[in-house]
């Protein structure tokens, strides 16, 4: 079996802590990318995926901790494991102030929590190598995984073009507290792999995997929604192609195809390493000037004061 070369930056190691962050939707618009129901439905999918998602790493990573047997990944996993069931609780409180707009999302949300469960959840497998494939197998699609979350972190942290179009601030906050998270512990997922196993093929075989479910989850998800928006009639309601992704992309309010397709060959690149793109100090800056953020840290100080 071949081994990943993977040489991190050591400079881009941070210690992860989970920040207790909560929003407030009630002032928060269906179609919060002003007249663009299509690329607020795009990015609204997070909603739909991430929650069960990111359960589902949470519980992967709980039965990875007894095989870890460096001190510090086992402190970075603990970190992102806190990171990640917050976000997961983040996206999951959009979902019924996108019911109360009338965009009821429990037909899509059954069906991903039958992928992440039952699908991709634990088997009954007995102890021993079977068991343990099926874990390496779930901890590199979780690595393939996360290098898209860093990759959409990353682009919507300099996403300025969403700004400039007057989307949401809260949802920008939402989304950019947790891009900023993606990006500072991006390479936890990746370093947990090379621990464990690091095996190539698996790596390969698990993004591709891993990259086919995203497209197809979030392609209907996108049709789910732009389907079920009270708001939308007509040939508009079934209107979500890739051409309409495409031409968000090139418009700088999703992110593009090309970038997309280039960030292929950098995982599968024998000697891709998470640390080697995106910046921890960018995340950072952003993580101490994010509203959510701000507010949960002097939330925990006047905690810690009052103690
Ligand atoms: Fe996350
Ligand atoms: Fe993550």
Redesign the pocket.
């Known amino acids: 079996m071949s081994r990943t070369q993977a040489r991190p930056v050591e400079s881009e190691r941070i210690a992860l802590k989970a920040r207790n962050v909560s929003f407030s939707w009630e002032d928060t618009p269906l179609h919060w990318v002003p007249g663009d129901p299509f690329t607020t439905h795009t990015i609204n999918v997070l909603h739909l995926l991430?929650p069960a998602g990111?359960r589902w790493f949470v519980q992967v990573y709980k039965q990875a901790l007894p095989l870890i047997k460096d001190d510090r990944l086992r402190e970075d996993v603990i970190g992102f494991i806190g990171?990640?069931a917050m976000?997961?609780q983040s996206h999951d409180e959009v979902l019924p102030h996108l019911r109360e707009q009338g965009l009821d999302p429990t037909p899509y949300t059954a069906q991903v929590d039958w992928f992440f469960e039952k699908l991709l959840g634990d088997r009954t497998l007995p102890p021993g190598r079977a068991r343990r494939w099926w874990l390496l197998e779930r901890v590199a699609i979780i690595a393939a995984i996360e290098h898209y979350?860093a990759f959409l972190g990353d682009w919507v942290l300099g996403a300025a073009e969403l700004d400039r179009r007057g989307a949401d601030p809260t949802m920008l906050d939402l989304l950019r507290w947790?891009g900023a998270?993606?990006v500072e512990h991006r390479s936890v997922a990746f370093d947990l792999f090379t621990h464990l196993d690091g095996g190539y093929r698996r790596r390969a075989r698990t993004w591709a995997s891993a990259f086919s479910a995203l497209l197809f989850l979030w392609q209907r998800g996108v049709r789910f929604f732009m389907a079920n928006d009270p708001t939308l009639t007509g040939p508009e309601a079934a209107k979500a192609s890739f051409k309409d992704f495409y031409d968000r992309g090139r418009a700088g309010v999703l992110p593009g195809t090309g970038a997309m397709l280039r960030s292929i060959p950098r995982y599968l690149g024998r000697d891709y390493h998470p640390s080697h793109e995106f910046s921890t100090a960018q995340a950072v800056a952003y993580l101490a000037a994010s509203p959510a953020a701000l507010a949960a840290e002097q939330a925990e100080r006047s905690l810690k004061g009052a103690a």
């Open positions: 991430l990111e990171q990640e976000h997961s979350t947790h998270e993606e």
